[in-house]
Nanobody, 117 residues
């Protein structure tokens, strides 16, 4: 059984930083893509950033230069370093693993990030 568990969310003032973690268990190898997503109240889900098996990353324009996606394959863990946070970054952040045919297979429950002005 595959489990995806996020942690590290919280409340921070604008300009601050947070680091989210996502641990994946139950997959037999580390050769899969991983991604971060977010959803604010009343809005649709937004891609934040992703990383493939080779370490190549992609980012939403709204977070480029402020957020960094990284992974530690030995720990089956995905990270999201968020700097220079803005109130508009407030959302539930979720992690997904294993993309096949453009569809992410495994999702975590999410961790809340709240940025106050």
């Amino acid at each position: 059984q595959v489990k995806v568990v996020e942690s590290g969310g919280g409340s921070v003032q604008a300009g601050g930083s947070l680091r989210l973690s996502c641990v994946v268990s139950g997959l037999t190898s580390s050769y899969y893509s991983m991604g971060w997503f977010r959803q604010a109240p009343g809005k649709g889900r937004e891609d934040v950033g992703s990383i493939d098996t080779f370490g190549s990353t992609t980012y939403a324009d709204s977070v480029k230069g402020r957020f960094t996606v990284s992974r530690d394959n030995a720990k089956n863990t995905l990270y999201l370093q968020m700097n220079s946070l803005k109130p508009e970054d407030t959302a539930m952040y979720s992690c997904a693993a294993f993309r096949s045919g453009g569809v992410w297979r495994y999702w975590g429950q999410g961790t809340q990030v709240t940025v106050s002005p």
